[in-house]
């Protein structure tokens, strides 16, 4: 009998924020204000996303963030099969119109200051229209140097099926990008973060 076993499992961990429309109503906003003044860093290859990052970041600060914290304390406490303890390593927001993208990147951090987990927030996403975060195989190049079987391969990309209010965890290694967007009324407004664990378990 044949036995094929998945193994060196890549995982991601999806789940909901709650009461997004309520958060959605608290910050989309103060974003949509904040936009004539956010420049994108000289060092990203997209030319038309407004982004938060390497910006001043008055929105997720303050008692505005710490209510969203809370709720994303929730969801990410619910990730983990251990007692955990994190931080906020760094929080921006990008807001996607028309034809905006972002190129392949990873958000990992450095060796005396590593960044552990990422996460993104779809606070705004029409699942008819946009496009969910593109996850890309680490290991798609040494692939191309073997053969996987047709009913194992899975493809070199993964795109999960995200909704409004969604948040996906994934491994700060992992490379992802987002397509370019269609022309839609709701913008594809999404948060970031990254993590880095204090402790895991014992």
Same mark, same amino acid.
């Given at each position: 009998?044949?036995?094929?076993?998945?193994?060196?499992?890549?995982?991601?961990?999806?789940?909901?924020?709650? *009461?997004?429309?309520?958060?959605?109503?608290?910050?989309?906003?103060?974003?949509?204000? %904040?936009?004539?003044?956010?420049?994108?860093?000289? *060092?990203?290859?997209?030319?038309?996303?407004?982004?938060?990052?390497?910006?001043?970041?008055?929105?997720?600060? #303050?008692?505005?963030?710490?209510?969203?914290?809370?709720?994303?304390?929730?969801?990410?406490?619910?990730?983990?099969?251990?007692? !955990?303890?994190?931080?906020?390593?760094?929080?921006?927001?990008?807001?996607?119109?028309? #034809?905006?993208?972002?190129?392949?990147?990873?958000?990992?951090?450095?060796?005396?200051?590593?960044?552990?987990?990422?996460?993104?927030?779809?606070?705004?996403? *029409?699942?008819? !229209?946009?496009? %969910?975060?593109?996850?890309? *195989?680490?290991?798609?190049?040494?692939?191309?140097?073997?053969?996987?079987?047709?009913?194992?391969?899975? #493809?070199? %990309?993964?795109?999960?099926? !995200? #909704?409004?209010?969604?948040?996906?965890?994934?491994?700060?290694?992992?490379?992802?990008? !987002?397509?370019?967007?269609?022309?839609?009324?709701?913008?594809?407004?999404?948060?970031?973060?990254?993590?880095?664990?204090?402790?895991?378990?014992?």
């Amino acid at each position: 009998m044949v036995r094929a076993r998945n193994i060196f499992p890549l995982t991601i961990y999806q789940s909901e924020v709650n *009461d997004n429309p309520f958060l959605k109503e608290l910050f989309l906003p103060s974003i949509e204000e %904040s936009l004539p003044y956010l420049t994108i860093p000289e *060092d990203w290859a997209t030319d038309n996303l407004k982004t938060s990052y390497g910006n001043q970041n008055e929105i997720l600060s #303050g008692k505005k963030f710490s209510l969203l914290e809370k709720y994303y304390d929730d969801c990410i406490n619910e990730f983990f099969d251990k007692e !955990v303890e994190w931080e906020f390593a760094g929080r921006w927001y990008n807001y996607y119109r028309e #034809g905006s993208y972002q190129e392949s990147h990873d958000h990992l951090g450095t060796a005396i200051k590593p960044i552990h987990f990422s996460c993104i927030h779809y606070l705004s996403f *029409d699942p008819e !229209v946009h496009t %969910s975060t593109e996850f890309i *195989d680490p290991i798609s190049a040494l692939r191309c140097h073997t053969i996987t079987l047709d009913r194992d391969f899975i #493809g070199d %990309s993964y795109s999960p099926p !995200v #909704g409004e209010g969604d948040i996906i965890m994934f491994p700060s290694y992992l490379q992802h990008r !987002v397509r370019q967007q269609k022309i839609s009324d709701i913008p594809r407004v999404t948060i970031s973060f990254n993590i880095r664990l204090l402790k895991y378990g014992c």
